[in-house]
């Protein structure tokens, strides 16, 4: 029995050291392949690299805001289309306010998506911090 178990440890040993051995292997490989195919043809190291990918995908999430909120805008547009058009046909009091209200929310959705356009070129052009937080803060009560 003792040799049993001290075989099942052994092997437990060396299924952990395989598998750290692999994961270094598998490591160095993919910084291998980095560097041949980044770094030495760009000259860029694989930090830059990866702020730059960052950078974008911090620069594409108020870009899709943006188009979210002209989507928004669009919809807000044809509901008040279709709501001037009943009011045309039926005088009502209550028609009058629901034709203002989605008035409101599509100007309040399109100035929604000018900030969040407006965001995504401040990232871009690194405009001051204090602008781009005063952006964020107005494309919130539009919101």
Same mark, same amino acid.
């Given at each position: *029995? ?5 075989? &099942? &440890?052994?092997?437990?040993? +060396? ?14 490989g993919?910084e ?7 770094q ?8 830059r690299?990866?702020?730059?990918i ?8 108020p870009?899709?805001g943006?188009?979210?909120?002209? /989507?928004?805008?669009?919809?807000? /547009? %044809? ?13 009502? %009091? ?13 100007? &309040?959705?399109?100035?929604? &998506? ?6 995504? /070129?401040? +990232?871009l052009m %690194?405009?001051?911090?204090?602008? *781009? ?7 919130m009560?539009?919101?």
């Amino acid at each position: *029995m003792a040799a049993l178990g001290h075989t &099942a &440890a052994g092997a437990t040993t +060396l299924q952990r050291t395989s598998l750290r051995s692999t994961e270094r292997i598998v490591e160095r490989g993919g910084e291998a392949v980095i560097e041949r195919t980044c770094q030495r043809p760009l000259r860029v190291s694989v930090e830059r690299i990866t702020i730059r990918i960052g950078r974008g995908l911090t620069t594409l999430l108020p870009i899709l805001g943006g188009v979210f909120s002209f /989507y928004l805008f669009r919809s807000d /547009y %044809k509901r008040w289309r279709d709501e001037h058009d009943t009011t045309l046909l039926d005088r009502k %009091k209550f028609l009058r306010v629901s034709l203002f209200l989605f008035c409101v929310a599509g100007v &309040a959705d399109l100035l929604d &998506a000018f900030l969040h356009f407006w965001l995504a /070129y401040g +990232l871009l052009m %690194k405009l001051r911090h204090h602008v *781009m937080i005063f952006t964020e803060q107005l494309s919130m009560c539009c919101a």
